[in-house]
Nanobody, 125 residues
Framework: VQLQASGGGLVQAGGSLRLSCAAS????????MGWFRQTPGKEREFVGA????????IYADSMKDRVTISRDNTKNTMYLDLNSLKSEDTAVYYC???????????????????WGRGTLVTVSS
């Protein structure tokens, strides 16, 4: 299974950005997909996740007012809409995939079986 994250780039503070994550390869099932972000020297931080079967979403409290996660089942693609971006949102954003059966909390990096390489989002102030 391969995950390809895209859509990162340079955006001004207050702006918006849409990230995509396309899953490909021998996908034997998707329980959920998640977004994380990471800055140098810090641990990977949970942004949010989406349950594949019903589209239920879970967000980090710190992000829930500014992000929306959605999916396109037909394309095995997940999206992350980032709004009202701040300089502190600058990070590499990673997507991840959890195959069933799910084993734990969505916010845990240990839940996910596959990871993409990440896409860099830079917010200029």
């Amino acid at each position: 299974v391969q995950l390809q994250a895209s859509g990162g780039g340079l955006v001004q503070a207050g702006g918006s950005l849409r990230l995509s994550c396309a899953a490909s390869g021998r996908i034997r099932g998707i329980y959920c997909m998640g977004w994380f972000r990471q800055t140098p020297g810090k641990e990977r931080e949970f942004v949010g996740a989406i349950v594949w079967s019903d589209g239920d979403t879970i967000y980090a409290d710190s992000m829930k007012d500014r992000v929306t996660i959605s999916r396109d089942n037909t394309k095995n693609t997940m999206y992350l809409d980032l709004n009202s971006l701040k300089s502190e949102d600058t990070a590499v954003y990673y997507c991840a995939l959890d195959v069933p059966p799910s084993r734990g909390p969505y916010a845990s990096v240990r839940l996910y079986d596959y990871w993409g390489r990440g896409t860099l989002v830079t917010v200029s102030s």
